[in-house]
């Protein structure tokens, strides 16, 4: 993976070329393109990465984690996301969508049960946000979360929920007080072998690794011990997430723009036209040098802001920033890759895969135009 390393630590290169020699053990060219085919998850990876002790990777040193930081987290992500984004997503679905929801907002008895069995990769997690009603608009989620006892009774829907088929485990957003709006919002952690639980995966453009799933809740009973921090406090606990899931997915989408630039210019080595190099075309020459521009532009804004939240600054503009630009580069860089290789590109699996991939990056964790009005309006506009 020949690329800058904007002042990356001796520990961050070695972290990044151990996970990168792990999965080019694994994760080999004709396995990704199998998973893909099929629609399957990459449980070896994901299983290597937890043998290999890379699922401790952001937890608190006292439960057992390494206490990395954001660029250290920054760093590794953009190599999975760079290998192969459907581990990436495996693995942020569990570790940062779920684990890290647990370590930030629940009780010490819910760590205690939950952190160790993330980390080892024992059991494996996603979170429900969105509703068929509600994308953007978190705040209008309708789901249903009634007291009753010593349990909440859950009844509604979710849609488009990453890896719920496979998850052991959700953090679910729910309503417990459906008048309040967002001070109605509360997440509690469902198990999804629960009778009245059942997810169905849906049949996406691109990622079809990690599939995302609609969700159905009808009576289904979660005990009151597994809410997460305070009943309608939810929302407060949805938004200090924000900042690393945006950090991570810019990340991962420079990694996904080194990958398609390597694919690109392994197809031109000897391809031909007019008895010239295609290369040798000053117009098939810039369109790498444009993809060069735009891969360094999401990696600048990517690390700058990570190093900005290592050093405790509020990088809320930044972060939301880094996440535009990083995906919205990625979808262009992943147009000019498939543009240069011509009709092998639209045919081919790795251009094609990371093309359709490149697609979800501006409309997954906030769109694009959800992340311009939180810019503008952090500018006072
Ligand atoms: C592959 C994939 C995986 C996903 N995984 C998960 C998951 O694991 N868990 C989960 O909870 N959700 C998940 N989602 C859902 C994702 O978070 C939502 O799709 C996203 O938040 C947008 O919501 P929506 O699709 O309902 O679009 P809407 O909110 O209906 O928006 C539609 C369009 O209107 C625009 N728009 C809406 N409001 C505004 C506004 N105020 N200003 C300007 N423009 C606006 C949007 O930008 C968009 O272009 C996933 C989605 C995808 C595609």
Known sequence: MPYKTFGFTEEQILMRDNVLGLLARVLRPEKIAELEENSEYPYEAFRALADAGWLTLP?????????????????????LGYHFPGIRTAYMTTVVYGGLYIQNLGSDTLKEEFLPKIM??????????TEPQSGSDVAGIRLRATRDGDDYVLNGQKVYITNAHESDYLVVAVKTDPDAGRKGISLVIV????????????????????LLNEVFFDDVRVPASRLLGEENGGWRGLMQGLNLERILIAAAASGQCLKIIEVAKNFVEDRK???????????????????????ETARLHTYNTAAMLDAGEDAVIET??????????????????????????????DMQRLFRDA?????????????????????DL
């Open 59 to 79: 937890f608190d040193e006292d439960y057992g984690g390494m206490g990395a930081g954001y660029k250290d987290f920054a760093v590794f992500i953009e190599a």
């Open 120 to 129: 080892k990769g024992d059991i494996r997690m996603a979170v429900a946000m």
């Open 191 to 210: 198990d999804t072998t629960d009778p009245g639980f059942e997810a169905r995966p849906m049949d996406p453009l691109g990622s079809r690794s990690t």
């Open 273 to 295: 036209a007019f008895g010239k190099r295609i290369t040798d075309f000053q117009a098939v020459a810039h369109k790498f040098a444009e993809m060069a521009m735009m891969t």
């Open 320 to 349: 939301a920033m880094a996440k535009v630009i990083a995906s919205e580069n990625n979808f262009k860089v992943a147009d000019l890759g498939m543009h240069i290789m011509g009709a092998a590109g639209y045919v081919q699996g």
């Open 359 to 379: 697609r979800l990056g501006t409309i997954g964790g906030g769109t694009s135009d959800i992340l311009r009005n939180v810019i503008a309006q952090r500018m």
